[in-house]
């Protein structure tokens, strides 16, 4: 599994129900560019930016959701 597969695997879970803000949970969001493999979001109703790891435990991990997915896995 690639980076981005890991990525985009993410963001399907994530987001099943649509995308909310972490930090005041409003759905007024739009997509906001990216950042590596990471759609990047713009909330309409607090003006922050998030990504679809911010508030997960693979926030601020030196290891890539790969490697995250396969601990979990084994």
């Known amino acids: 599994m690639s980076e981005s597969a890991a990525a985009d695997l993410l963001q399907q879970v994530r987001w099943c ?15 906001n560019g990216s950042y590596r493999e990471y759609q990047r979001y713009l909330c309409k109703n607090c003006g922050r930016t998030f990504n679809d790891k911010t508030g997960t435990i693979f926030a601020h991990s030196k290891l890539s959701l790969k490697e995250w997915y396969f601990t979990i896995y084994v």
């Open 17 to 31: 129900d649509g995308v909310e803000c972490p930090r005041c949970r409003s759905d007024l969001t739009v997509r």
